[in-house]
């Protein structure tokens, strides 16, 4: 499927906001409510638009630590952990990778001490490199038409 202008000013709208109505979306765009909802289906259906997503801050949800682990799995050990990954619950997003490391994670933690013993499950499938994350410089930015 082909993304033209008007889908691409649809997506806009729905990465700024996925709650925006069809209504809204078709007046800031200039094209009717039904031309919107007929639009935004097709790209559903191409996998274009592939889920719609609360954002939760972890730190106002009581997590005090966000981190990012690389892991470089031992011979052996990347298919058992990539499906192994799947099941914790720390891991908020995570990339298979080129290079040196096989696996990127950002997860979330309580403090430190959760910090150690999530560490400590890891580190039977791999070696891992951990950095704390500050704060963050670019949050979930919208994916922009290709130039």
């Known amino acids: 499927m082909k993304i033209d202008s008007l889908n691409w000013q649809i997506l806009k709208c729905l990465q700024e906001n996925a709650r925006m109505t069809n209504v809204e979306i078709g007046r ?3 094209v009717s409510s039904p031309a919107v909802a007929e ?3 097709k790209m559903e259906d191409a996998e274009i638009i592939q889920s719609y997503k609360t954002l939760i801050s972890p730190f106002a949800a009581g997590y005090q630590l966000k ?3 690389t892991l470089r799995a031992f ?3 990347l298919k058992p952990f990539l499906e192994k990954v799947k099941t ?10 080129t290079g040196n490391e096989n696996i990127v994670m950002e997860v979330v933690l309580k403090n430190q001490s ?9 580190i039977v499938y791999g070696e891992t490199k951990t950095q704390i994350v500050l704060s963050h410089v670019v949050n979930h930015n919208v994916v922009k038409p290709l130039k």
């Open 39 to 41: 639009r935004i289906k």
């Open 28 to 30: 800031r765009i200039g």
């Open 67 to 69: 981190a990012i682990i």
């Open 114 to 122: 959760h910090l150690e013993k999530f560490i400590d499950q890891l």
């Open 75 to 77: 011979m052996g050990m």
């Open 88 to 97: 914790y619950d720390e891991v908020i997003n995570c990339y298979r990778i």
